[in-house]
């Protein structure tokens, strides 16, 4: 089974700031990976398909990067409504989650 | 527009089993996927398992097997999932989403009790 390391695992940044959550799959999954913000409460809701690719709504401020075993999300400038639980997700071999980054507003 | 919509929270004892539902519109249910994840409050995402509506045919990660079963009714475009012989590591949200991975349920809590 491939294993998905996030990092940091708790995140406090201010609102403005340039923040980077960090994905690491145990092989390389050939960039089939999403990434998902998940507020308390609620669905995850998907932010990033196949590393790199916004989907339809969500705000530019978010992007995606990576190759082989190494995915990033990029938040250019925090905002408040930001505050939330992200995971990344790989779909190259069976269906796994990272075990998510919670960004805080400092 | 896409729609996925679970049945409620279910209070359930150990034990016992819960049939959980996620009802569909908005897309041609009878010829796509469908994945139901679990979630402990304050932990990660597992996948428990998928089935194509198409002809019934299901997929389950290895953890889950005996645990859960997936059916279709594409009369209704809902799935289901049971989920039987329950215990408190059991409690927890079970999500419905369709492949890709875009729409999601919006989660039912099950909690196992007596």
């Keep these: 089974d491939i294993q998905m390391t996030q990092s940091p695992s708790l995140l406090s940044a201010s609102v403005g700031d340039r923040v980077t959550l960090n994905c690491k799959a145990s092989q390389n999954i050939n960039k089939n990976l999403n990434w998902y913000q998940q507020k308390l409460g609620e669905a995850p809701k998907l932010l990033i398909y196949y590393t790199n690719n916004l989907q339809t709504g969500i705000p530019s401020r978010f992007s995606g990067s990576g190759s082989g075993t190494d995915y990033t999300l990029t938040i250019s400038s925090l905002q408040p409504e930001d505050v939330a639980t992200y995971f990344c997700f790989q779909y190259n071999s069976g269906l796994t989650f990272g075990s998510g980054t919670k960004l805080e507003i400092k | ?114």
Excluded at chain 2, 4 to 33: D, I, N
């Design chain 2, 1 to 114: 527009q896409v729609k996925l919509q679970q049945s409620g929270a279910e209070l359930v004892k150990p034990g016992a089993s819960v049939k959980l539902s996620c009802k569909t519109s908005g897309y041609t249910f009878s010829t796509s996927y469908m994945s139901w994840f679990k979630q402990i409050p304050g932990q990660s995402i597992e996948w428990i398992g998928m089935i194509y509506a198409g002809d019934g045919g299901t997929g389950y990660n290895q953890k889950f097997k005996g645990k859960a079963t997936l059916t279709v009714d594409t009369s209704s475009s809902t799935a289901y999932m049971d989920l039987s012989s329950l215990t408190t590591e059991d409690s927890a949200v079970y999500f419905c989403a369709r492949p890709p991975f875009d729409y999601w349920g919006q989660g039912v809590m099950v909690t196992v009790s007596s």
